[in-house]
């Protein structure tokens, strides 16, 4: 079975938390980009509406219907619910984000799901452990090489993202990303977040831990696996 095939099934799944007038936050992704479409059918089939918040600009263009309500981006209003995707998830749902380079917009509105979060994705995404997966930090343009440097010094080794143009690739949030990689696996994920989070010029990490209750994974065999 085809990766896209088993995104759609897990996108799908997640249809069957979706509830009349919710308050939901969408996730970036390809992953997303299924659900965004299923959920748009889904709504029209049942003269539903929902309020929706965005973690990115591309999936808050996907989800223009007059089905789905967008709230301002200040996220004054508390969640329901946040549904996104994840580059790769462990056995304690610990996950590696922003491949799509939403990160911190994505940490953002996950927080402000009351209900915490809901992980669609598929079994190529399954880890023991973390570290397969670049680990996307967002940090600052001004004095980025500087912040790279500090990241370096804990022994740490990467590259700043770029487009197919071989220009910077840019954020939501106007910031840059260097991607982390690993020779082995991350031993304590919440330990390498604080430590990268106390440097200057860093932003934000692709960690999230203690934010994801369900994972809802697409197997080859076409069933969907619930982690919790």
Same mark, same amino acid.
């Given at each position: 079975m085809?990766?896209? =095939?088993?995104?759609q099934l897990?996108?799908?799944?997640?249809?069957?938390?979706?509830?009349?007038?919710m308050k939901? +936050?969408?996730?970036?992704?390809?992953?997303?980009?299924?659900?965004?479409?299923?959920?748009?059918?889904?709504?029209?089939?049942?003269n539903?509406?929902?309020?929706?918040?965005?973690?990115?600009?591309?999936?808050?263009?996907l989800?223009?219907?007059?089905?789905?309500?967008?709230?301002?981006?200040?996220?004054?209003?508390? $969640?329901?619910?946040?549904?996104?995707g994840?580059?790769?998830?462990?056995?304690n749902?610990?996950?590696?984000?922003?491949?799509?380079?939403?990160l911190?917009?994505?940490?953002?509105?996950? =927080?402000a799901?009351? !209900? +915490?979060?809901?992980?669609?994705?598929?079994?190529?995404k399954?880890?023991k452990?973390?570290?397969? =997966?670049p680990?996307?930090?967002?940090?600052?343009?001004?004095?980025?090489?500087s912040?790279?440097?500090?990241?370096?010094?804990?022994?740490?080794?990467?590259?700043?993202?770029r487009n197919k143009e071989?220009?910077?690739?840019i954020?939501?949030?106007? !910031?840059?990303?260097?991607?982390?990689?690993?020779?082995?696996?991350?031993?304590?994920?919440?330990?390498?977040?604080?430590?990268l989070? !106390?440097l $200057?010029?860093?932003?934000?990490?692709g960690?999230?831990?203690?934010?994801?209750?369900k994972?809802?994974?697409a197997m !080859?065999?076409?069933?969907v696996?619930i982690?919790?």
């Open positions: 085809n990766q896209d =095939h088993l995104k897990a996108a799908h799944k997640a249809l069957t938390f979706i509830y009349d007038k939901l +936050g969408i996730g970036s992704g390809s992953t997303v980009a299924y659900f965004i479409e299923a959920l748009k059918n889904q709504l029209k089939e049942k539903w509406q929902i309020y929706a918040s965005f973690s990115s600009e591309k999936s808050k263009q989800a223009s219907c007059q089905e789905i309500i967008h709230l301002d981006d200040s996220l004054e209003t508390p $969640l329901d619910l946040y549904i996104d994840a580059d790769e998830i462990d056995s749902l610990f996950m590696i984000k922003g491949g799509g380079k939403a911190l917009r994505e940490k953002l509105v996950c =927080h799901s009351s !209900n +915490g979060m809901i992980v669609i994705l598929d079994e190529t399954l880890s452990k973390l570290g397969n =997966h680990l996307p930090i967002e940090i600052i343009p001004f004095g980025y090489k912040t790279i440097r500090r990241i370096e010094d804990l022994g740490l080794k990467g590259s700043l993202r071989g220009k910077m690739d954020t939501d949030n106007g !910031n840059y990303l260097f991607d982390l990689t690993f020779t082995s696996s991350i031993d304590d994920p919440i330990e390498l977040h604080h430590k989070k !106390n $200057l010029g860093v932003v934000e990490t960690l999230f831990f203690h934010v994801a209750k994972a809802l994974v !080859n065999d076409g069933s696996r982690y919790e």
